[in-house]
């Protein structure tokens, strides 16, 4: 009797499932007519609707309508210049790192050799700074100078 009523249940349950899944399937089926018609009824709305879609897509690829060309053009500007301050930061680090080992070895030389030290040469004084600046040179760094994309046309 027990097993009875509990089949009864997972029988109704079960034919639930398999009306859901037959509501997927007729929605799945009826789906692409749906939308023609929906398309049909409003192909301005539709044509907007994709027309925005478009545009928004290709905004992650920096790709814009034509009337915004300017702000492309600035946009792109501006990145070059951050890209080519970015590099020219990483390559005086690195020149300032080569230069901060090299006098980590020298020191380490005259520690070895302090009679060679006296002998050779003074070390250079220090650079002085130029009067009415506050702050010393750069020291020159070889970084080739990054060029400002073109703007390519692209049409829809």
């Known amino acids: 009797m027990r097993q009875a009523i509990h089949h009864v249940e997972l029988n109704e349950k079960l034919q ?35 027309l925005h879609f478009e545009r928004e897509c290709m905004t ?7 009337s915004k060309r300017d702000e492309i053009q600035s946009l792109f500007v501006k990145e070059t210049e951050e890209k080519q301050k970015k590099l020219e930061e990483e390559a005086l680090k690195k020149y300032e790192e080569e230069k901060r080992i090299e006098e980590l ?11 060679g030290a006296a ?3 003074a070390p250079p004084a220090p650079a002085k700074k130029p009067p009415g600046k506050g702050e010393p040179e750069k020291p020159v760094v ?4 990054l060029e400002v994309p073109k703007i390519k046309e692209w049409t829809t």
């Open 142 to 145: 070889d970084v080739p100078k």
């Open 60 to 66: 992650t690829f920096k790709m814009f309508d034509e």
């Open 119 to 121: 002998k050779g040469k």
């Open 16 to 50: 639930q499932c398999f009306d859901l899944l037959d509501q997927i399937t007729r929605t799945y089926r009826n789906y692409n007519v749906e939308y023609i018609k929906i398309v049909d009824a409003h192909p301005q709305t539709m044509d907007t609707f994709f």
């Open 105 to 115: 070895k020298r020191i380490e030389e005259e520690k070895k050799n302090p009679a």
